[in-house]
């Protein structure tokens, strides 16, 4: 009876989730990779996030803003509190207004989110052809499996096929919904310098920037799954004992 | 002398439970102890075959308690303001003190809520707990589910995100099909002319308020449950105090189990997967400029999308002529497919309840499930090509469903029933022996 429950539950569940499936599509299904960060068990690979988030700052966040992050918040991925300071020291973050009325510029605090690179959305606007290069804050969750999509978008620029025809500042990538993206590739072998030594191979950087931009749009979920187990294991409890004192008082009249 | 009688002589009222001491005190002023016990306790008696699928009643039950109590803390955080509302949202996310266990537990709380309905439902058709004479139960359950649809609807709307606005544009934008003054009650509902500020904030007011109807209707249900007590796998009137068991301690502890289950399984999604239930599209904050190329509600309003858009223009076939729009039979369909469980009672002619001794009503059962799983599927796909096609069997189906049982409900050659509860569960005790 149970198990026609969980069925029953399952396969309703399956239904739903059928929906977000790539339906229409010119659509490449983006590769599966295995990360660390997957799984009941999963983590955060801390490296690999300091990595990315080099990435992000010397490559993506010329366009890209990441505006539900403060500088503060780095300190989750193993930045100390001063490597934190003096990084948000060298963003200028406008402030005010002050006494005289004016808006003013000043260094950056650890309490201050990371600034947008456009004045407003129609300056982004106006840079890109009228596209907007969305915030990077929430995109692993706003994109259907987005840490496999992220990555394969970064990596999976290639030749034109003939039957596409680019309009003046387009790009081709199978992986974006239509195939056509005002977003040129943006990474190439060895464009970053990473401090550990990492070879900074496309993949590599992409695998890593994936690896920051997943904490950024969950930056609790250590601490969910970590709960989640706890959870878990006292709901088996205590289902285990009520089964038991369910069939130790059902024994009375069976 | 009269003031020295002890309160149960005075009363005339002797309660078992009643006693001494401070309970005795509170039970003589507000009997709310023996009320308990009549209502959930040993003074309860309950038909002795009740099976798991009757564990689905307290598990919603819970359910309610669970939305009601995280929505609370929920509305101390969230900003019901266009420009906010999003930013509110990720705030409890990232800045609220287990602000992402509230909001993912009353996310998956709404799917889970549904599912345990919708199960508990099932459980209600497939062993006739409609029929007389629980008519009046079976209404305020169909009222509950109303009242749950526009609360989750309204809910679905507030961290307004793309496909909160968006779907709140499709279904708000439904009213307008209505002939003559659709368009002024859609400008009323939206309190403007577009989905905009006002909508939302009215959203935020009446999904605060509604859960507290849905209690009102939920105490009303538990009520109306408790004049003839629950209905069983047989289906038969319980007869003798021998068909009956007092409800606690036996169902008391199998709720509990069942309640068990149902949070191993609502943590699994809470913790491991709580996005899993949505869509990507709503962690994009909404824009009215930018429509998604597929606006899908939640997983439970899908049956329901696939009957709205799978209704063809109604008219004189080879013609032009068209008496009912496609939109309009749609909303018609959509709502029609609900409200016809008001009726249910009296289209099931059948004097046996339980479809365990009616063949043909069972196989019609499964076929209808299969029907609602089926357009479900199809709510879930773009109405195009073959999706269409099989959405428009399905609904067709969904409606001969009614039709087919009113027809075999009255001819239908039933199996016979066992002369008793007791008599049918010693029978069985002895099989298993």
Redesign the interface.
């Given at each position: 009876m149970k198990k026609t429950v969980l069925l029953i539950v399952s396969s309703l569940m399956t239904l739903g989730v059928a929906g977000l499936a790539y339906g229409e599509s010119d659509q490449k299904r983006p590769h599966k990779i295995d990360w660390p960060f997957e799984g009941v068990f999963g983590t955060v690979d801390k490296q690999s996030a300091q990595r990315g988030f080099q990435v992000y700052k010397e490559v993506c966040s010329a366009c890209h803003s990441l505006n539900r992050i403060a500088f503060r918040n780095l300190q989750d991925l193993g930045f100390s509190e001063a490597e934190v300071k003096s990084l948000a020291a060298s963003y200028q973050v406008a402030d005010g207004p002050n006494d005289a009325g004016d808006m003013f510029q000043r260094p950056g605090k650890p309490s201050d989110y990371f600034p947008s690179p456009y004045a407003n959305e129609n300056a982004g606007r106006a840079a890109h052809n009228g596209a907007l290069p969305p915030d990077l804050s929430l995109i692993i969750k706003a994109r259907k499996d987005g840490p496999n999509y992220v990555h394969s978008l970064l990596t999976g620029y290639g030749p034109v096929p003939p039957d596409v025809q680019l309009a003046d500042g387009q790009n081709y990538n199978p992986y974006f919904p239509g195939g056509k993206l005002m977003m040129p590739p943006p990474l190439s072998d060895g464009q970053v310098t990473y401090a550990d030594g990492t070879p900074a191979t496309v993949d590599q950087m992409a695998r890593d920037v994936v690896t920051f931009l997943q904490w950024a749009a969950e930056p609790e979920m250590e601490a969910r799954k970590q709960m989640g187990i706890k959870v878990m294991i006292y709901l088996a409890i205590f289902t285990a004992f009520m089964y038991v004192a369910k069939r130790n008082i059902w024994r009375r009249i069976h | 002398m009269d003031m020295h009688m002890n309160p149960e002589q005075k009363s005339g009222r002797k309660s078992q439970n009643s006693g001494g001491g401070i309970k005795g005190w509170i039970e003589y002023r507000l009997p709310i102890f023996s009320f308990l016990d009549h209502s959930l306790g040993s003074q309860y008696p309950a038909p002795?075959n009740l099976?798991?699928?009757w564990n689905f009643g307290s598990i919603a039950g819970i359910c309610l308690v669970m939305q009601i109590l995280t929505g609370l803390f929920l509305a101390m955080h969230y900003v019901p303001h266009g420009t906010m509302a999003f930013d509110s949202v990720?705030s409890i996310?990232?800045n609220v003190n287990y602000g992402?266990?509230l909001r993912?537990a009353h996310a998956v709380g709404a799917?889970m809520f549904f599912?345990v309905v919708?199960?508990h439902i099932f459980r209600g058709i497939y062993y006739g707990s409609y029929k007389a004479p629980r008519e009046l139960l079976w209404w305020f359950g169909i009222v509950i589910l109303l009242l749950m649809m526009a609360t989750a609807f309204m809910g679905y709307v507030l961290p307004w995100g793309q496909m909160s606005f968006w779907g709140a544009t499709v279904i708000t934008n439904l009213f307008s099909a209505i002939p003559g003054v659709g368009e002024s009650i859609v400008h009323w509902l939206w309190g403007g002319f577009a989905v905009d500020n006002p909508t939302l904030n009215r959203f935020y007011a009446l999904h605060f308020v509604l859960p507290f109807v849905i209690v009102a209707v939920v105490v009303l249900h538990i009520w109306a449950l408790h004049v003839h007590g629950s209905n069983n796998p047989l289906g038969i009137d319980v007869k003798t105090p021998q068909d009956t068991?007092p409800f606690h301690?036996?169902y008391t502890?199998?709720d509990?189990?069942g309640?068990?289950?149902f949070?191993?399984?609502f943590?699994?999604f809470?913790?491991?997967a709580?996005?899993?239930?949505g869509?990507?599209?709503n962690?994009?904050p909404a824009n009215p400029m930018i429509t998604p190329?597929?606006i899908?509600p939640?997983?439970?309003f899908?049956p329901f999308y696939a009957i709205l858009r799978s209704m063809p223009d109604i008219g004189i076939p080879f013609t032009d002529i068209v008496f009912v729009s496609s939109k309009l039979a749609g909303v018609v369909g959509m709502f029609g497919s609900i409200l016809i469980f008001f009726f249910l009672p009296w289209i099931d002619r059948g004097t046996v309840r339980s479809a365990a001794f009616r063949p043909v009503t069972k196989l019609l059962f499964w076929l209808f499930l299969i029907d609602c799983?089926v357009l479900?599927?199809v709510?879930?796909?773009?109405p195009e090509g073959i999706y269409l096609l099989i959405g428009r069997i399905a609904l067709a189906y969904y409606f001969a469903h009614f039709v087919m049982l009113w027809y075999i409900s009255r001819r239908e050659k039933t199996l016979p029933l066992p002369e008793s509860i007791s008599k049918a569960v010693l029978a069985s005790?002895d099989h298993h022996r």
């Open positions: - | 002795r099976n798991y699928w990720e996310m990232r992402w266990l993912y799917s599912v919708y199960i068991i301690p036996y502890i199998k509990c189990l309640f068990g289950v949070f191993l399984i943590s699994w809470v913790f491991f709580p996005n899993s239930l869509d990507p599209d962690y994009i190329p597929h899908v939640e997983w439970y899908l799983l479900g599927f709510g879930s796909q773009p005790a």
